[in-house]
């Protein structure tokens, strides 16, 4: 692999607050939780950690609030050795947060609250412009403005910069626009949301990567957790099979697979290797509680796969 590749990453920071509970309360239910965790997460800046953590030099751009959490958030990034110096704090807006609820089947639901992530703008990637230039692959997702991400995407098609959209949370976006990435990464929900076709199992996945690749979509990757990943293309379609662990929170397992594959693709390795790379990566940061602090370093993961 290219030594030290270089990853930016376009997008959003936020704290988690992460519960854990035997069950999910219904409405008007109070019940008392097990465990609980403050950690800092987004999924820009859980992505930039990943591919840091992988070996990769990564830049963040982003905003935070003037609240007590946007510095912390910055000295966090920087405490990792990423470059955190066009993350920008926001007067009169609150940090990203992130309600996490985590079932004893190790499944989560989360809510996000966009706070400063919602004030990103095209201004401030072009005031990012030098070091965006610089980077092998561009890295974004849809806790910031779309106009932002779109706009972050012609940059990159412009300058034949690879881009890696993650498009997340679910939403509808502009195919159009998102043609300009050069690998959409979406989950099962996330792949339904932009085909309206709902992916079940791996024939269900097939079917909507075709849609998605007729819509324009020039590769798309869909994750789909204990299946493994599905990369399609016009060349064809290849299934990456699962790294089989038994998690213990699934948590941060889509950011930690796009952080690790940006780096991986950045540092030169092939694009079905890069998947099955990205696929142990993610699998082995569900063994512990939490987002970025689960994330292993690029020396445990050789240890715990054939990649050497």
Do not use: W
């Not at 792949?191 to 590769?219: F, N, P």
Request: glycine letters at 10%.
């Amino acid at each position: 692999m290219k030594q030290r590749p270089h990853i930016a990453v376009v997008g959003s920071a936020n704290i988690d607050l992460t519960t854990f509970t035997d069950i999910i309360p219904r409405p008007g239910e109070t019940i008392f939780g097990r465990e609980f965790n403050l950690g800092f997460g987004g999924k820009g800046a859980n992505q930039a950690v990943a591919a840091r953590l992988c070996g990769a030099d990564v830049t963040m751009i982003a905003r935070v609030g003037d609240d007590l959490f946007g510095e912390a958030t910055i000295r966090n990034l920087e405490s990792y050795g990423i470059d955190a110096s066009h993350v920008r704090i926001t007067p009169g807006v609150s940090s990203g947060v992130a309600p996490i609820f985590v079932d004893s089947s190790g499944q989560n639901r989360i809510l996000v609250v966009k706070g400063a992530n919602d004030r990103l703008t095209p201004a401030d990637v072009d005031a990012a412009a030098e070091v965006l230039s610089r980077a092998d692959v561009i890295v974004l997702q849809l806790e910031i403005p779309l106009e932002t991400v779109y706009h972050t995407l012609r940059f990159a098609r412009a300058r034949d910069i690879p881009a890696i959209l993650n498009p997340a949370p679910g939403q509808s976006i502009d195919i159009q626009e998102a043609a300009n990435a050069d690998y959409v990464v979406p989950n099962e929900t996330e792949a339904e949301a932009l085909s309206g076709i709902a992916v079940r199992d791996l024939d269900s996945a097939r079917e909507c990567a075709r849609t998605l690749l007729k819509a324009g979509l020039r590769r798309v990757i869909i994750t789909l957790g204990a299946q493994g990943a599905l990369l399609a293309s016009a060349e064809g379609m290849t299934h990456a099979p699962p790294f089989a662990v038994q998690p213990v929170d699934t948590s941060g397992a889509g950011d930690a697979f796009i952080g690790s594959l940006a780096c991986f693709l950045a540092g030169g390795i092939g694009e079905a290797e890069a998947i099955a790379r990205a696929n142990v990566y993610a699998a082995l940061s569900t063994l512990s509680a939490g987002t970025q602090k689960s994330f292993v370093t690029a020396e445990r993961f050789r240890q715990c796969s054939e990649f050497k």
